[in-house]
């Protein structure tokens, strides 16, 4: 008997190495799946465009960094670093009006009672489920009216306004997760509301924060329609309008130069990402779980 009692612990352990093995090669497959694509993109910016054609591996014949250099030179009097400077004079400004206004809304919301708070929250939340090509017109109209266009301010100021009510409620979600003792003690101190958000919210905060960075660089650089409607003079293009005229510019487009400058305006975003992985999963998952 005793044998026997003695060999269920051993079994039981190399049933869960064999599980634990299962579920790395499971793992391992999915991550093939997922990456491979991407590799694919960076090999073919080696190839010409007979070869991208007619193979599927990612792997080139040869490496020749030509398609880079011709890709940032463009077929404009400008090259790639004026679309990526024009990216950035979007992005930027419009990441810090985001997490100012997204951060005072949440606050309003999660930690002051006022009239009407919880049908406006459920607005707030409804807009969440709104086309945003259902607010295109209107919003054009009204920006021609101020004389906006073509110019980055229907771009950046309407984030100034919290418009981007999901960061606000994953802001807030994040904030109920989060007790109030530090708050009260502050209050206690003699702290006003706007001294309590800057010195115990906002620090706290962080993890929340920067995953509105991280979502937000993205989405802006790869922003289209945006630019598209709003912007006319070709030297205030972003990246993403910059890489649409560069595959029409001519009648046989050099796939090998597109998808070259293609990788390097993956750069910006897969480097934020990893800059910020470890706040950036710590804050999705907070705000996705507390609440």
Same mark, same amino acid.
């Given at each position: 008997?005793? @044998?026997?009692?003695?060999?269920?612990?051993?079994?039981? *352990?190399g049933?869960?190495?064999?599980n634990?093995? #299962?579920?790395? =090669?499971? *793992?391992? $497959? !999915? $991550?093939l799946v997922m990456?491979?694509p991407?590799?694919w993109?960076?090999?073919?910016?080696?190839?010409?465009?007979v070869e991208?054609?007619?193979?599927i591996g990612?792997w080139?014949s040869?490496?020749?960094? @030509?398609?880079y =250099? /011709?890709?940032? /030179?463009?077929?404009?009097e400008?090259?790639?670093?004026?679309?990526f400077?024009?990216?950035?004079?979007?992005?930027?400004?419009?990441?810090?009006?985001?997490?100012?206004?997204?951060? #005072?809304?949440?606050y309003?919301?999660?930690r002051f009672?006022?009239?009407g708070? /919880?049908? %406006?929250f459920? +607005?707030? &939340?409804?807009t969440?489920?709104?086309?945003?090509?259902?607010?295109?017109?209107?919003?054009?109209l009204?920006f021609?009216?101020? @004389?906006? *266009?073509?110019?980055?301010?229907?771009? +950046?100021?309407?984030s100034?306004?919290a418009?981007?009510?999901f960061?606000v409620f994953? %802001?807030v979600?994040? *904030?109920?997760?989060?007790?109030?003792?530090?708050e009260?003690?502050?209050?206690?101190? @003699?702290?006003?509301a706007?001294?309590?958000?800057?010195?115990?919210i906002v620090?706290?905060?962080?993890p929340?924060? +920067?995953?509105v960075?991280?979502?937000q660089f993205?989405?802006t650089?790869?922003?289209?329609?945006?630019?598209?409607?709003?912007? $006319?003079?070709v030297?205030?293009y972003? =990246?993403?309008?910059?890489?649409?005229m560069?595959?029409?510019a001519?009648e046989?487009?050099?796939?090998?130069s !597109?998808?070259?400058i293609? &990788? =390097?305006?993956?750069?910006p975003s897969?480097?934020v990402?990893?800059?910020a992985?470890?706040?950036?999963?710590?804050g999705?998952?907070?705000s996705?779980i507390?609440?």
């Open positions: 008997m005793s @044998g026997a009692n003695s060999d269920v612990p051993a079994l039981i *352990l049933r869960d190495q064999g634990s093995w #299962l579920r790395y =090669v499971a *793992l391992f $497959a !999915v $991550a990456l491979y991407l590799a993109l960076i090999g073919a910016s080696f190839k010409s465009n991208i054609y007619s193979e990612f080139p040869r490496f020749d960094f @030509g398609a =250099v /011709k890709g940032w /030179k463009t077929s404009t400008y090259t790639f670093a004026t679309y400077l024009n990216s950035f004079l979007i992005t930027i400004p419009r990441i810090i009006v985001t997490v100012i206004s997204c951060v #005072l809304v949440a309003a919301f999660a009672d006022f009239w708070k /919880k049908f %406006l459920s +607005i707030m &939340v409804g969440m489920m709104l086309p945003l090509i259902v607010l295109r017109l209107p919003q054009y009204m021609r009216e101020f @004389g906006w *266009l073509d110019t980055y301010l229907p771009l +950046i100021l309407p100034a306004f418009t981007d009510t960061f994953m %802001l979600q994040f *904030l109920r997760g989060i007790p109030r003792d530090m009260e003690a502050a209050q206690i101190d @003699g702290c006003n706007l001294q309590l958000l800057w010195h115990i620090p706290m905060l962080k929340a924060i +920067i995953s960075i991280v979502f993205i989405w650089m790869n922003d289209f329609m945006g630019p598209l409607i709003y912007l $006319a003079s030297e205030k972003p =990246v993403s309008l910059a890489l649409k560069s595959i029409g001519t046989e487009v050099e796939w090998a !597109v998808i070259a293609s &990788v =390097v305006a993956l750069i897969v480097a990402f990893f800059a992985q470890r706040h950036f999963i710590e999705s998952a907070s996705g507390k609440g």
